[in-house]
């Protein structure tokens, strides 16, 4: 079986179970592109790490089909596949050195000693390591052994390459490095890159696309600053960074705009994204960062309210409010640390705004 579209790795209906009944994946479409670097990203129990699972081959697909360029690969047992893997648990063979654990896949495909080699080096070289390799994985620190990982995924050439949470076990700091230095090397060597985290921040600045997944099924698949800016749910608006709701009641519905009537009485603009009746219960999605006090650049028709500073923290590069509006102790605004900005207190009322069209109408 062959795709319609031509994707390199497509999803056709997939469904997985574990005991018959309850199903984990539920009709999973997606397709990728050549090159592309994709993201699943959901909270644990969400379906992405399975689905992970079953495009390397370590688990069978209940119903429909997986296909790696235009083949079904059902069928196909894992090692020959031709697809590269990092886990989180870096999974190295403790008693062989690095040169020997890149040569393992090398030797499985039959590759000459000198290829060998020359493959082993090129690997070693990407990811910075080429000085490491007669040590054994006990004599590297946790990034170090990830490094080798990659380059063990990485010293066949695929052109499919499966991490799963591969970054879970190091530092913020070494996380941060490691995240830029994997998406330059798969962009510069055209590998397609499957990529599984629940972490929200190494979906956003990693991936061409995220996948959302909830309850077996894909939320919402787009670009980072789509996902961010455009969350179709109220799932995917919670989930992906900081988010500010508002409960109410959709008064009215004209065309790119609505009415929400909230449950503290005040009226606010929004765009109607999950709603499609008056009448209906919505939540009212703001980013902290869309959200000003009072000013100019807000449309003088905008509706503004009334807010009480619960807190104000100072965080380097932002300030960080907390205010209790229409009916909410928890609604945050984010704002750049410049030498104008107003420093509030505790108890001090002020007015908020936004712009209707940053304010989403999306389900209950």
């Known amino acids: 079986m062959t795709t319609a579209d031509g994707a390199f790795v497509a999803f056709d209906r997939v469904q997985k179970s574990y005991d018959g009944e309850t199903l984990v994946v539920k009709d999973l479409n997606l397709s990728l592109p050549k090159g592309e670097f994709l993201t699943m990203l959901g909270p644990s129990g969400s379906g992405k790490t399975t689905c992970l699972m079953m495009l390397a081959g370590f688990e069978t697909a209940t119903h429909g089909d997986i296909l790696l360029d235009g083949v079904s690969i059902n069928n196909i047992p894992p090692h020959k596949r031709g697809i590269g893997m990092v886990f989180q648990n870096y999974a190295l063979f403790p008693h062989m050195t690095v040169a020997e654990n890149l040569s393992f896949p090398l030797e499985v495909r039959k590759f000459g000693k000198s290829e060998r080699e020359e493959k082993i080096k090129r690997a070693l070289d990407m990811v910075q390591m080429g000085s490491f390799a007669g040590r054994r994985p006990a004599q590297l620190s946790g990034g170090q052994q990830q490094r080798i990982a990659l380059a063990r995924a990485l010293v066949f050439e695929p052109e499919l390459v499966l991490m799963d949470e591969p970054l879970g076990a190091l530092d913020k700091q070494l996380r941060e490095t490691l995240q830029f230095e994997i998406t330059n090397l798969a962009h510069q060597l055209g590998i397609t890159t499957v990529y599984v985290t629940h972490d929200q921040t190494e979906a956003l600045t990693m991936s061409d696309r995220v996948a959302v997944f909830d309850d077996g ?145 999306l389900d209950a």
């Not at 503004?304 to 932002?318: C, Q, R």
């Not at 420093?343 to 009322?349: D, F, N, S, T, V």
């Open 217 to 361: 099924r894909i939320q919402q698949l787009a670009p980072p600053d789509e996902l961010y800016e455009k969350p179709l749910n109220s799932f995917v608006a919670q989930f992906i960074g900081e988010n500010n709701t508002l409960d109410g009641v959709v008064q009215e519905i004209k065309g790119d705009t609505c009415i929400v009537k909230l449950d503290s009485g005040d009226i606010i603009d929004a765009v109607p994204v999950n709603v499609s009746a008056v009448g209906e219960r919505t939540k009212v999605s703001i980013r902290p960062e869309r959200v000003e006090f009072k000013s100019e650049r807000l449309q003088k028709d905008a509706h503004t309210l009334k807010a009480e500073v619960l807190e104000f923290i100072y965080m380097g590069d932002i300030f960080r409010t907390r205010l209790r509006v229409a009916g909410t102790d928890q609604f945050v605004i984010k704002t750049r640390n410049a030498p104008d900005q107003q420093r509030l207190k505790p108890g001090e009322m002020i007015e908020i705004g936004w712009l209707a069209e940053d304010c989403r109408a």
